[in-house]
Nanobody
């Protein structure tokens, strides 16, 4: 079964940028056929979708990050990325990468509960 692992989190001042990376391993079929996406969670709150990228090339963003975050993927390298610009304190969270063997992704507004694989998360802290 596919496994994913995130990296790239850290602490940054408001207005700064970070790039998260997610490496997929052991996909059952080429990773291009997987839905992949980013979710985030703050302690005590529900997990929320940030951005998704399905196997057809369709991208979706949460309203809160539109215009600031960019999701991209390199299927040859089995990598998913999240470029985060103009970060705000409210973006502080643990960010999780997830993958699902499906042509289409769940709604980005969902908690992603149906995704097949989750990473351990990478912490992003934005200070004001």
């Amino acid at each position: 079964q596919v496994q994913v692992s995130e990296s790239g989190g850290g602490s940054v001042q408001a207005g700064g940028s970070l790039r998260l990376s997610c490496e997929a391993s052991r996909p059952q079929i080429p990773i291009a056929n997987y839905c992949m996406g980013w979710w985030r969670q703050v302690p005590g709150k529900e997990r929320e979708g940030v951005a998704t990228f399905d196997g057809h090339g369709t991208i979706a963003y949460a309203d809160s990050v539109k215009g600031r975050f960019t999701i991209s993927r390199n299927n040859a390298k089995k990598m998913l990325y999240l470029e985060m610009n103009n970060l705000k304190p409210e973006d502080s969270a643990t960010y999780f990468c997830a993958a699902e063997l499906a042509s289409y992704c769940p709604r980005v507004t969902s908690s992603g509960a149906g995704m097949d694989a989750w990473g351990n998360g990478t912490l992003v802290t934005v200070t004001s």
